[in-house]
C-alpha cells in the first residue's frame, strides 16, 4: 500500500502528486504556506535532524521536481 506525505519514486499518479503538494504547502492548522515554511514547521516541531524533517526536504525535492 503506498501512503502519502512518504517520498517513494516506485509509484507515482496525480492524485498523489496533488495530495503530496498539499500537504507540504499546509500547515497543521489548515493554512496555505510555502514549502519552505513548512518545512521549518516540521523542524521546529520534531527536530533539525529528525526522521520527519528528512523525509519532508526528500518530499519537497519531489513536489518541486515534479508537475501535478
Keep these: 500500500m503506498y ?3 512518504i517520498p517513494q ?3 507515482d499518479s496525480a492524485e498523489l502528486r496533488l495530495l503530496n503538494y498539499m500537504d507540504i504547502t499546509t500547515d497543521p492548522s489548515g493554512d496555505v ?12 516541531r520534531y527536530g533539525e535532524n529528525s526522521y520527519q524533517a ?4 526528500k ?3 519531489m ?3 515534479k508537475s501535478i
Design 33 to 44: 504556506v510555502t514549502i519552505e515554511e513548512r518545512i521549518e514547521d516540521i523542524k521546529q
Design 9 to 11: 519514486e516506485d509509484y
Design 3 to 5: 501512503y502519502h506525505g
Design 59 to 61: 518530499m519537497a525535492e
Design 54 to 57: 528528512q523525509e519532508a526536504l
Design 63 to 65: 513536489v518541486r521536481r
